[in-house]
């Protein structure tokens, strides 16, 4: 039953607790004594929404920043994510495979902002050993969620 509320939620976390006990045909009192549950011990860690920031007025940027690090010696990549995901510019901070070691995302009013965050708070940090910017120029999708449906069908013809 845990997986089966925890794929509703993550799809549409306005359901009620009714709602959610139609779809899984469980009991309501079942069901919200597991979602809190999982509240309590930290498999759901939050509700969030997304937003389509361009339709609004907020002026912002993100930025997905490349970093390589030199691993911390008993704590490995663990204490360096610490020191960076605790920015509050930070809004996600992912250990990766591949050409470099964590995957920083960042929120700032402008590219400047942004590149005064990697310059001034990011590089500095000791274990650092470099890093790459990449700026969002637009979303397509986001969390499943589509920005812009197209208003016409765009396949080719099979006849």
Not at 31 to 55: D, H, P, Q, R
Not at 73 to 91: H, L, M, N
Not at 133 to 155: A, N, W
Request: proline content about 2%.
């Amino acid at each position: 039953m845990k997986n089966q509320i925890l794929e509703i939620i993550e799809k549409n976390s306005k359901l009620t607790v009714e709602q959610i006990a139609v779809m899984t045909g469980n009991d309501i009192d079942d069901v919200g004594s597991c979602i809190n549950e999982m509240e309590k011990e930290g498999v759901i860690l939050g509700y969030n929404t997304v937003i389509n920031w361009e339709k609004t007025e907020k002026e912002s940027v993100q930025a997905l920043i490349e970093v390589k690090v030199t691993p911390q010696r008993a704590q490995g990549f663990d204490k360096v994510a610490e020191r960076i995901y605790k920015f509050p510019e930070v809004t996600d901070c992912y250990l990766m495979s591949g050409g470099f070691d964590l995957t920083v995302v960042i929120e700032g009013m402008t590219m400047k902002e942004v590149a005064l965050f990697v310059a001034e708070k990011l590089a500095p940090i000791d274990c650092v050993i470099g890093t790459a910017t990449h700026f969002v120029l637009k979303k397509y999708k986001d969390k499943g969620i589509v920005f812009e449906k197209s208003s016409r069908d765009e396949r080719e013809l099979i006849s």
